[in-house]
Every structure is written in C-alpha cells, then in structure tokens.
C-alpha cells in the first residue's frame, strides 16, 4: 500500500473515490457516506455506478482507504444492491455532511450543540476522539463557552434551528481541538 493510501474511518472518507468488487473491478464512485452521527453509528455508503445508485450496507465493505473503498462482494452481486432509500440520499438527515461556510477539511466534524441550561454553540464532534470533553454515548461533558461552565452536550439538527439561534451558536465558533 502506498504512502498516500492509508486505511481510514469512515467519517473521514472522501466523497468521489473509486468503490471496488472483491476482485478489484472498479464499480462507481462514493457519492454518500450514510450514518448516524448522533449515535456515530456507520451504515453504509450510496454508490453512484454505471447501473445507477447502489446502497452498500457496512456488512459489505472490506476496507475504507483515502484512495479507495473495497467491498466484500463481487461485481454481480453488487449490481443486484437496492437503490438507496430516499432517507439514505438526503444530505441533512442521516448522511455526514457539513455546514457550507466551513473549511473543507473541518466541516464534517463541525456541528451545533446545546448545553443543558440551553446555550447554543459549535464545536469538533469526532467520532470517537475527544480530548477536551467526556463522551456518554450521544452526550458529551464540556465546556460551554455560553455559560462559561462545564455542562452535558448534546447534537442539535441544524433544521430545528430559527435563524436567531443558528447565529447565537456562529458566535461561539469551533476550536481547533475535539
């Protein structure tokens, strides 16, 4: 493998890179990661192939690099996948996107949070790394910068935000450090 190539998770997978059969056959190209990502829950990834979309649930992927995604299936097997769900082809629901004034690198990562007492603010939610709060599963225990206090946090839909509270939460942007 490749310098360049190193195996990743999937809240780090690039949209737009070759999705292959067991035996290497080249069938599409990554058009979706599908997620839960209040639960960091990995479900799958929508193909986009000669045939159309394909939803390849988890069980059927092999490897995740940043050059590549390998299935476990082979090329037939592949063609008779369902197409996704519409659920599964919304980019605001379950799928991990980001917010469009964010930097490209950071913007899956980023999301808005609500403290207990009901502060709105963005912070880095990696799955599975964090170094300045706790996790409890879909909960963290951090510092709100509305409060100035530590308090359990939690991921808020962006579409149940008014305009008013999406920009009190832009006034306490991201740090640089989960």
Request: charged content about 25%; overall charge positive; hydrophobic content about 45%.
């Amino acid at each position: 493998m490749a310098d360049e190539e190193r195996p990743i998770a999937y809240t780090a997978l690039p949209l737009g890179i070759p999705v292959l059969s067991a035996a290497g056959a080249r069938l599409g190209v990554v058009d979706r990661v599908v997620a839960d990502y209040e639960q960091d829950i990995f479900r799958g990834i929508v193909v986009r192939g000669r045939q159309g979309w394909r939803f390849v649930e988890r069980r059927h992927v092999d490897r995740l690099t940043t050059a590549r995604v390998v299935l476990t299936l082979e090329e037939a097997a592949f063609d008779r996948l369902p197409e996704p769900t519409p659920a599964q082809l919304e980019r605001d629901r379950e799928t991990v996107y980001a917010p469009a004034h964010l930097s490209a690198r950071r913007d899956r990562f980023v999301v808005v949070v609500r403290c207990a007492r009901g502060g709105l603010f963005e912070t880095l939610w990696v799955p599975g790394a964090s170094f300045r709060s706790l996790r409890l599963g879909p909960w963290r225990i951090m510092r709100c910068p509305v409060h100035d206090r530590v308090e359990v946090v939690h991921i808020v839909d962006p579409a149940s935000l008014t305009p008013q509270e999406r920009a009190a939460a832009a006034t306490h942007p991201a740090g640089p450090i989960p």
